[in-house]
């Protein structure tokens, strides 16, 4: 995914769409990095936060998209399960397992200013649901024991 700076909510929610299908039908892993930068709109971030809350946002997959999905992972659900016979509502937990289980939202902010703590109150599980790493500024030590550490390497 690119943003550019046309990138709207219709284009966040197929993008969300089609990571729902990598992760919950796929199985596969994925990871959904987003910057400062990249938030066109404050309601991008409350699409991430029901991602984050619940695992799912209502409406995104299409209902005759959704079965087929549904459809698909029935076989690794009765695996895993050990239930011949599961309902729409188990598949759809199921799928949204696997969806909270393989995606992994790595948002990168900037603590400094006011955005980062109005942030943190409108929308809860981007703070809730994450691990916040803090990175500081490195010790100029460290900074050239690294550097000579690689540079070492070169004639």
């Not at 991430?48 to 997959?61: D, K, T």
């Not at 809860?124 to 790493?133: G, H, K, Q, V, Y």
């Not at 490195?138 to 550490?149: D, H, I, N």
Request: charged content about 30%.
């Amino acid at each position: 995914m690119i943003i550019t700076k046309n990138f709207q909510e219709k284009d966040l929610l197929e993008e969300i769409k089609n990571v729902f299908d990598l992760t919950g039908h796929q199985g596969k892993h994925v990871t959904f990095i987003m910057t400062d930068a990249e938030i066109k709109k404050e309601s991008f971030l409350e699409y991430i936060n029901m991602v984050l809350s619940s695992g799912e946002i209502p409406g995104v997959v299409p209902k005759d998209e959704k079965e087929v999905w549904l459809g698909n992972i029935t076989n690794q659900y009765i695996k895993e399960k050990k239930n011949n016979e599961p309902s729409q509502q188990q598949l759809w937990e199921y799928f949204v397992d696997r969806v909270r289980d393989k995606l992994h939202i790595m948002l990168c902010f900037s603590p400094v200013g006011n955005k980062f703590r109005e942030r943190a109150q409108k929308f809860p599980a981007l703070f809730n649901e994450c691990t916040i790493d803090w990175f500081l500024p490195w010790p100029e030590e460290a900074l050239v024991s690294v550097a000579e550490s690689f540079v070492k390497k070169f004639d």
